[in-house]
């Protein structure tokens, strides 16, 4: 939360290609700090983790929207890249790293600390192709504007444009949801310690992801209908879907023993869980989506920074806290902060019915409409 934030803000000053390689060689001296023991070396690996995260959530998307606009290419056809990297990326590419761990750790015996050290090797390969194949492109390329100069105006820009206030509120409580279920779903799904199939759920979560993507693409390429319409619906789903272990406390009385397999409750909250899974895959495209309207280009990766603050905290809270109240409470709070994502998505439409927005897309039309509108104002 602290060092990632100011690091991820330099790539609008200094570069997002540059930002991107700082990501690679961060995360790769985080993979490398898992051999250490020592405890002092780990929270550097942590701060290091924290820094390339952050740089991974702004300067990618930065720099993948300023590029596609400058190329002329049509904005519309950002929805599509943006659902192939969830589709791809979040999905089958998970997967599939997902069963190289398995195999480098259990099957091949190598420890679990080789698929950090694969993962550097990975790392290396895309920096290489960022170094080589990558144009560079800034967002506010001001020499004489501070860090701190630079966080307040995206402060400002925020404080001042409802549209992406209600942006940035909605992805925090998304994702804040979104990072508790993935630290609580194991102990949801095997509250006796039942002998659940691990690598097998993680599988069927990122093949759910997947399948939510592929739904997006569909609903991103259909231009009469709004990105704020169907998040609405998106959101109240997911709630339900996170509402579930309670439900399921509530109506049914455990079973499970210790080491032995799922249960049935077990496997319907799994269903759940799934049907979540497919929510955050039309989440992520979708967001991206808006991000790209509402954000302003020459600030984005400082306010996409901004934006990811209310999440590391809640999830700090949250982590702090987990021994401190029953799964149930922590997934029914999930579920209400859901519902008011829904609820600020539809004041988020009403909102995006008045002009003007700041996307990059828009700015042509806008200036067109002002040329048109001068002869008749003289």
């Not at 993935?182 to 992801?209: C, R």
Request: contains cysteine.
């Amino acid at each position: 939360m602290v060092f990632g934030t100011f690091v991820g803000s330099l790539a609008d000053k200094y570069g997002r290609k540059r930002a991107s390689i700082t990501y690679c060689i961060t995360y790769i001296l985080s993979c490398m700090t898992k051999h250490s023991p020592e405890y002092k070396v780990l929270m550097l690996g942590r701060i290091l983790g924290g820094i390339s995260t952050s740089l991974l959530f702004s300067a990618f998307e930065s720099w993948l929207v300023a590029e596609h606009f400058k190329r002329g290419f049509e904005a519309q056809w950002l929805s599509l890249t943006f659902s192939k990297a969830v589709f791809f990326g979040n999905g089958l590419v998970a997967i599939v790293s997902g069963l190289v761990a398995n195999l480098l750790a259990d099957t091949m015996s190598l420890g679990p600390v080789s698929p950090f050290d694969t993962a550097a090797c990975v790392l290396a390969l895309g920096m290489v192709i960022v170094l080589y194949t990558w144009s560079e492109n800034y967002g506010d390329a001001s020499e004489n504007r501070s860090l701190l100069d630079q966080f307040k105006a995206a402060a400002s820009t925020i404080a001042s444009d409802e549209k992406i206030a209600l942006l940035g509120a909605i992805q925090s409580l998304f994702e804040g949801s979104m990072y508790t279920f993935v630290f609580l779903w194991t102990p949801a799904l095997s509250p006796n310690d039942e002998e659940i199939p691990h690598g097998f759920i993680f599988a069927t979560f990122m093949l759910s992801s997947m399948i939510g993507s592929s739904l997006a693409s569909r609903l991103l390429a259909r231009s009469s209908l709004r990105v704020e319409i169907y998040m609405q619906l998106v959101f109240l789903v997911s709630a339900a879907t996170l509402l579930s272990p309670v439900v399921i406390s509530i109506l049914t009385t455990s079973s499970g023993e210790k080491g032995g397999s799922m249960t049935m409750p077990g496997r319907v909250q799994l269903f759940a869980f799934c049907i979540f899974e497919v929510c955050v895959g039309v989440f992520w495209p979708s967001i991206m989506k808006l991000r790209s309207q509402y954000v302003p280009e020459e600030s984005r990766s400082t306010i996409l920074n901004f934006f990811r603050i209310p999440v590391n905290i809640f999830v700090c809270v949250v982590l702090y806290n987990v021994n401190a109240f029953p799964i149930t409470i922590m997934f029914g709070m999930c579920s209400i902060f859901l519902i008011m994502a829904s609820v600020l998505q539809n004041r988020l439409m009403v909102a995006a019915g008045k002009p003007k927005t700041h996307g990059f897309e828009n700015s042509l039309s806008e200036r067109t409409e002002d040329l048109e509108a001068e002869p008749l104002n003289i």
